[in-house]
């Protein structure tokens, strides 16, 4: 049963304490690496039937998989996976950057060109619960910026084959190959390269615990996103809530992992009680509730407090991955807000909107890293390069300033090659 703390009557290292995982992989996930540097395609298929149970003829998806998936595929579904992402389109077309130039000093002109990465990496959970919904969030921002190889990587099931509605997603969000690989295995691939395997600049997505040592372990070889901890929901509720949708929000995250955080933050103990006897009726019925319920009963929580104020300053602090306001006059405290990766407003706003639907990315900060870094956006998808011009009259103008400073860094080196350019440099 999930557990009720009260503000106040025990340490604030308790109400703000987070369970994360302990893992001992990094060096399995070393060991792969070195393999697959060293062996290509043959420690691949060697890791896929150790891992996932077989080898495929194919590590790459071919033109008559694609066609099969996407022919397997409902057309209702296919039609809820485009509207999906015209939503996801919308909402990051207005993140696009554009260069600029400036030009307001006579002979000079400073300025940023922002550059799509090029070659790009789509790290895809597969197994149990294939994500579809994260092949539109993670290549379609990639694709408005401009990137101009999208490579998704996603191991197959137990057929040998990739869901068909993932296919579905890659094929709607513009992905450009796609290979029957997980875990570290995968990371590596797309890290260094193999035969089949184009190298990448950048990898994106999620993963368990070994792809996320791995995207640790390449990072400075190639760029990466973020290393995603286990899910988490944080939601503020007060006294109009109604329980049951409540701890269905809480369930919603909790069902993800036996790690998942699910916290509830409230100034009701009637809603407290309420969501607490809740969460054991609708766990009952719940599909993933062996997961579901460890998650509860090992990191989840029920926190009083005061009031409303006092919630969201427990939710700042903890910098939740998902931070819903279930309350009245949900705007009026938005601006209070410092630290979440997505806030859903209201008591009709699901996170689960922000999943699969909405258009803001569900791609976020997890393990209270929303303190100082962002949804994925467009952003990551680019890198920005700037330049510098002056005439020699502009670097005549400035140029005793230049030296100076210079001077006061003890690098008269840098002073002089200002310097041998002007009529002092001469001198």
Known sequence: MIRILKQGEIPDAEILARTLPQTAVADTVAEILAAVRAE??????????????????????????????????????????????????????????????????????VGQKVLPIERVGLCVPGGAAPLASTVLMDAIPAKLAGCRM????????????????????????????????????????????????????????????????????????????????????LVVADAGSDARCVA????????????????????????????????????????????????????????????????????????????????????????????????FLGRSCPEALGDYFAGVNHTLPTSGTARFSSPLSVDDFVHKMQFTYYTEDALRAVSADVAAFARAEKLDGHARSVLVRTEEGTR
């Open 40 to 109: 290509g395609d043959a420690a691949l298929r060697r890791f896929c039937a150790q891992f996932d149970g077989g080898a495929p003829e194919s590590l790459r998806v071919t033109e008559a998989e694609m066609e099969e998936g996407l022919a397997a595929v409902e057309p209702e579904l296919r039609d809820v996976l485009e509207r999906a992402a015209e939503n996801i389109r919308a909402f990051h077309r207005r993140q696009v950057r554009n260069s600029f130039l400036v030009n307001e000093t006579p002979g000079v002109l």
């Open 150 to 233: 999208l490579v998704m990587v996603t191991p197959a099931g137990a057929d040998g084959k990739i869901s068909p509605a993932v296919l579905t997603a890659a094929h709607i969000a513009g992905v450009d190959q796609i290979f029957k690989l997980g875990g570290a295995q995968a990371i590596a691939a797309l890290a260094y390269g193999t035969e089949s395997v184009p190298r990448v600049d950048k990898i994106v997505g999620p993963g368990g615990a070994f792809v996320s040592e791995a995207k640790r372990q390449v990072y400075g070889q190639v760029s990466i996103d973020m290393i995603a901890g286990p899910s988490e929901i």
């Open 248 to 343: 269905a929000d809480l369930l919603s995250q909790a069902e993800h992992d036996r790690m998942a955080s699910a916290v509830l933050v409230t100034d009701s103990p009637a809603l407290a009680k309420a969501v607490q006897r809740e969460i054991e009726t609708q766990l009952a019925a719940l599909p993933r509730q062996d997961i579901a319920r460890e998650s509860i009963e090992k990191n989840g929580k029920i926190i009083l407090t005061a009031d409303i104020p006092a919630a969201i300053q427990i939710a700042n602090a903890l910098a939740p991955e998902h931070l819903e306001l279930c309350v009245d006059a949900p705007f009026d405290y938005l601006d209070a807000v410092k630290n979440a990766g997505s806030v």
